[in-house]
C-alpha cells in the first residue's frame, strides 16, 4: 500500500466568530493528485495556509511524511519538503526571473548556496520552459508567465508535495493546456500535488482523487466521477451563482 504524503487531521481555522476551515479531515497518499475544490470562499487557500504554516490551525493537525508539522512556520515546513503556490501571485518584481527561482532553492529543503541554486533554477526554468525570459524582470512578465515562475520558485525548493492555488486561473485556453502538460510533468517526477482549482474539466482530468469543501466543511471525497455525481456536490456549485456561471460556460466553449 501506498504510504500517506499528507494528513489533515480534524483542522478548524477560525477568524473570530467564522469558521474558514471546520474540522475537516482527508489523506492524501505518494505520489498522488489530489484536488481540493469548492464555491468562493469556502476555506480552500485558508486551509493551504495552516498546511504551510501562514495559519496556526485553531484546532488538528496536520502531518507530513509521517511527522507532524503543526505549528511550524512555513520555512522550516518548506525546508521538509513541502512547498506552494499563490493565488494572487508573488514574484519579486524588481529582479529578474532566474534570480527568483534561485532564491526559492536557496530557501528551499537543501539550503543550497548559490552556485548550486543557480544550476537548480537553470534546471527549473528549462524543465518549465521560462529558460528564454531568465534575464528579464519578473515583473514585466504577463499574467501565464508570473503564473509558471510561481510554480518555478516552488520547485526550485524541491519539494517532495507541491501545493498549488489557481494555477490556470486567468489563463487563455492555450496557456491552460501548457500548464496542464507542466503539472502532469511535475507528476512523472515523482512530486506528489494538492492543487485547488476552479475549471472543472481541468481538475477532473488532472486528480485522481477529489476533496470537496463548502462553508469549511468537507462536503465529499471521491474520485472525479464520484464527486462529479454527488447530488450535495451539484447543490454546492448550483448554489453558487458565479459558479454555475463559469461551469455553464465551459460547456458551451
Ligand atoms: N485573514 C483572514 N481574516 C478573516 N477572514 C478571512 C481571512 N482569510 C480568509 N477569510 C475568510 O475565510 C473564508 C474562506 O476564505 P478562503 O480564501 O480560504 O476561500 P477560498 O475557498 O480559497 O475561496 P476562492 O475560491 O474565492 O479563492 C472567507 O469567508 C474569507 O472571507
Ligand atoms: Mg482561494
Request: glycine residues 10%; hydrophobic residues 45%; proline residues 4%.
Amino acid at each position: 500500500m501506498k504510504s500517506a504524503i499528507l494528513e489533515v487531521k480534524s483542522v478548524t481555522k477560525a477568524f473570530g466568530g467564522l469558521l474558514a476551515v471546520d474540522d475537516v479531515t482527508f489523506t492524501m497518499f505518494e505520489g498522488e493528485i489530489l484536488g481540493l475544490i469548492g464555491p468562493n470562499g469556502a476555506g480552500k487557500t485558508t486551509l493551504f495556509n495552516v498546511i504551510n504554516g501562514v495559519y496556526k490551525p485553531t484546532k488538528g493537525h496536520i502531518v507530513f511524511a509521517g511527522q507532524d508539522i503543526t505549528g511550524l512556520p512555513p520555512y522550516e515546513v518548506v525546508n521538509k519538503g513541502l512547498s506552494r503556490t499563490h493565488q494572487i501571485v508573488k514574484p519579486l518584481n524588481e529582479m529578474t526571473v532566474i534570480e527568483n527561482v534561485v532564491v526559492g532553492a536557496c530557501f528551499g529543503s537543501e539550503n543550497l548556496g548559490l552556485e548550486p541554486a543557480r544550476r537548480v533554477a537553470n534546471e527549473v526554468l528549462e524543465f518549465i520552459g521560462l529558460d528564454k525570459y531568465k534575464d528579464e524582470l519578473a515583473g514585466k512578465l504577463n499574467i501565464a508567465l508570473k503564473k509558471r515562475l510561481e510554480v518555478a520558485r516552488a520547485l526550485a525548493a524541491n519539494p517532495k508535495l507541491l501545493l498549488l492555488d489557481e494555477v490556470l486561473a486567468g489563463l487563455n485556453p492555450t496557456e491552460v493546456g501548457k500548464m496542464l502538460d507542466v503539472i502532469n510533468k511535475i507528476r512523472d517526477r515523482g512530486i506528489s500535488i494538492l492543487m485547488i482549482e476552479h475549471i472543472m474539466q481541468a481538475i477532473m482530468s488532472l486528480s485522481n482523487r477529489i476533496v470537496v469543501l463548502n462553508f469549511g466543511r468537507k462536503l465529499a471525497e471521491g474520485t472525479p466521477d464520484e464527486v462529479a455525481n454527488d447530488p450535495q456536490v451539484i447543490e454546492a456549485y448550483l448554489g453558487d451563482p458565479e459558479m454555475a456561471k463559469r461551469i455553464l460556460e465551459e460547456e458551451e466553449a
